[in-house]
């Protein structure tokens, strides 16, 4: 027979999400990043590929 989860603690709730929005926010601060470098196209560290163009 089933038998209920107990139920999770905000706290424990909060603490999960925050966790996990900062691994998105980090994410997407990385890849705003690239993409002004792609844009600027003035990055030494990336070899941009003759036919690149934006």
Known sequence: MAVPKKKTS???RDIRRKSWERKITKQV???LSMG???ESKKSKSFIFPSSFNL
């Open 36 to 38: 002004k470098v792609f």
């Open 10 to 12: 905000r706290s424990k």
């Open 29 to 31: 601060l990385i890849a």
